[in-house]
Each structure stands twice: as C-alpha cells, then as structure tokens.
C-alpha cells in the first residue's frame, strides 16, 4: 500500500467497507470487535487508526502505539469473535505520520459474532445487529443453511400437483407413477419430509401456492411511461403458483406488452418481437431459479416504455460478480435441489449459458447487483431507448 493510495481511500471518507479511528482505546474494545464482526459478515473490510473519524485528518500513532494495537487487534480477532477471524496490519507513513491499516476479510466461516453472541453486519457506514431472517442468510452464504430444504408447516402431500409430478417423473426416467408411489419419491428427491413439502417440493410441484407461499410470487406491472411513481397503471397482475405456472404466466405477460416490428416483411406478413422471446425466458427463468428463498419478496416484473425490468430477491451469491454472470461462470447455486431437478419443467439448461444466450440474442441489457440492499435487477432497453 503506497501513501498516495491511502490519502485516496481517506479522502473517499467512511464507507461501508472504511472505518476511521483517532485511537484504540481499550474501552473501544467492544465497539472495534464488533466492527470487525461487521465488516466479515459483509463484504470485508478496511480500519485505519491514527485518522479522525470525523474530519479524516491524519493525527498518526507513535511506533509504541501501534505495537501495543497489532497486539489487541489479532487477539481479539482470535479469541473475541467466534468463530476466529484472520486479519492483516501493514503500517503506512505519509507526511511523517504513521497509520495503521488493517484489513478484515470477507469471511469464509460466517456467520460471525462476538463473545456475547451478537451477531454484527455493516449498514451503509455503520453496523446493526443482524435480524433473525438475515443471520438464516448467513448460514446459507457459508453453504451451512438452504432455505428449499425448509419445511412448509402449512402443508402436506395433497398440495402436490400429481399430474405435473407424474410428467416431470416420466420425462426423467420414462417410467410411470401411481399416486401410491408419490411419498416415497418425493422423501428421495428431497422434496417431502415428515410428511410435508420442503419449500423446494412446494415450489417445484405445489397445487396451493398462493395459500401456502403467497409471498413467493412475480409482481408484474406495466406502466404508463417511464417512472415508477405513477398512480395508473395500464395492466399489472399478482402471479402465484408453481415454477411452471409462474415462468408460463410471466413469459406471457411480458410477451404480451411488446411491440411487432414488420422489418423488411410484407406488410400483411406476421411482425416480430421487438426483443427476442428468448431473452425473456432466460432471464426470467435465472430469476425463479436463483433468487433468494429467504427473503420473503416477490420478483419485480416491470415493463415501461422504454425498457422492461426483471428484479429478483438476493444479491449473487458466493460473492459473484456481474462480470461472471456475463462470461458464464459457474459457482456452488443456493438452491441446489431446484437446479438439478427445475431442467424437466422449464427450459433451464443449467450450465451458466442462459445470460449468455439472452445477451447474444440482444446485447442491450444491464445488469445491477446491489449488495447492500439486497437484488439483482437485469434492466432490458427496448429499441426506442438502448443504454
């Protein structure tokens, strides 16, 4: 780390991922540990002390002080968070003053807390202790929870469509079922335990899901316009059901709303679509397919005039970036059971292509991760108005 890298990241002010501290103190104990358990159940993060908080001024530290705070520092994070953390220090002068510039690494291990058993995650420059649904988050960002392996108390084997079941199981493995055999199949494919549907059963297979999950749903609007805050919209619909029912509904109502170009055709011969329909399927079936089932949110689907926006529960996850969705790469999915069995209902290929094949059939398309408040949106630019 140079001086002049420093100054930048002072200069930036705090952040989410920047703290600023004068001093370490040992009163501030509790407060700086619990930052550090902030910042490894985000993103990671970056402390520096011998900085004003307030004014960023560089105030700096004697050698003897920042002996005796990389001492505190990686004792704490070994023996004051739990699970222990791992922290790097690096001293840094600039002007003849010394800073000390630690950085605390996403975590590996989450979800983290201090000796009281407070768990901590950043919000915006500050922290909070974490909500009950976020620590479930968590567990499923380590691999360690899986919100379809959740139960549904409110259900049993009758909120199964046996005929969409029976398909999917005779497409899989040409052989058929009888309504006898449905229990012990759906305990193997994990989709049935102690007598009620997982959440991955319900959404694969349910019949009630409007009952039962009524927030898993798509939330689809088409406005007048090109602002969300109006009053009147010209169509919308509330879009319930299984995966099925909801990718069919879906593709319809966004299909619906477009535009047929005539081209270079004829003028009685059948226009085209304005974009693709394949662009739509793929990216609506990424939404159903990847969100995050622990948050209990609808998809946006909103269409306006000049573009269509597809906005789904959950950053990436596995800290994946924009950049991977766009060259394909594949990581471990949070909802595994879907991703291998969801290929035999709806055209999802599971392979990392789908992004790939809607960019290659339409390049106009934006892609937004927003990790502090939790989405991805994929915005579609329609002809009259392309980013």
Known sequence: MEAIELLDIINAGETSKVQFKRELKLKQAADIVAEMVAMSNYEGGIMLLGVENKSGNIVGLTFEEIESANNYLFNWASNNIKPAIIIYTETINTNNKNVLFITIPRGIDKPYCDNNMVYW???AANKRKVAPSELKRLYQSAGKLYAERQNIENSSI???DFDLFKKFYSDRN????????????MQNLRLLENDKL?????????????VILPEFCISSVW????????????????????????????????LGKLKQVQGDNSFNSTGILEIPKIVFEEIIVNALVHRDYFINDSIKLFVFDNRIEIKSPGKLPNNMTINDVINGL????????????????IPYKGIGSGVLRA????????????IDAEYFKVTIYRPEEKA
């Open 121 to 123: 995650i950043k919000s």
């Open 158 to 160: 009758d909120d199964v």
């Open 174 to 185: 040409k052989e058929d079922i009888t309504k006898a055999d449905l229990k012990r199949i």
């Open 198 to 210: 997982t959440l991955a059963g319900a959404i694969l297979f349910g019949n009630k899901n409007s």
């Open 223 to 254: 406005f007048s316009g090109n602002d969300i805050s109006v009053d009147i919209y010209k169509d919308s619909k509330n879009i319930s059901g299984n995966i099925y029912e909801q990718f069919k509904e879906s593709s319809e109502f966004v």
């Open 330 to 345: 594949q990581r471990r999915t949070r909802n595994a059971v879907l991703t291998s069995l969801v290929n035999d209902i």
């Open 359 to 370: 960019l290659k059939a339409y390049p106009h398309i934006k892609f937004e991760n927003n």
